[in-house]
């Protein structure tokens, strides 16, 4: 499932799961992204294709496998660090 490489990518980019939504042609319903990213439901070829091309990653990438989540960790927070460049962060440590 895709899920997790979709959130990723989504925050990687900066985007709410609405911009996310706006983006998409036709566009694909909030709840119905939450889903894709919860691997509640599974998005279809064309769909996947689109989510690449607003994401700029590649199908590859979505189906790379499962990410493994980091607990209990401390970490230390540049406080002037903006939204996107914590979201950049924590793409480089899970991917």
């Known amino acids: 499932m895709i899920g997790d490489r979709l959130r990723l990518a989504r925050k990687r980019a900066g985007l709410t799961i609405q911009e996310l939504a706006e983006r998409l042609t036709p566009n694909v319903p909030e709840p119905t992204l939450r889903n894709y990213e919860e691997n509640l439901a599974r998005a279809s070829q064309d769909t996947q294709l689109d989510l690449c ?20 960790m401390e970490w230390r927070q540049d406080p002037a660090a903006t939204e996107q460049e914590r979201a950049e962060a924590e793409v480089l440590v899970f991917e």
Do not use: I, S
């Not at 091309?53 to 209990?72: C, M, P, S």
């Open 53 to 72: 091309k607003a994401l700029d990653v590649t199908l590859e990438y979505l189906h790379g496998g499962r990410v493994a989540a980091l607990r209990n």
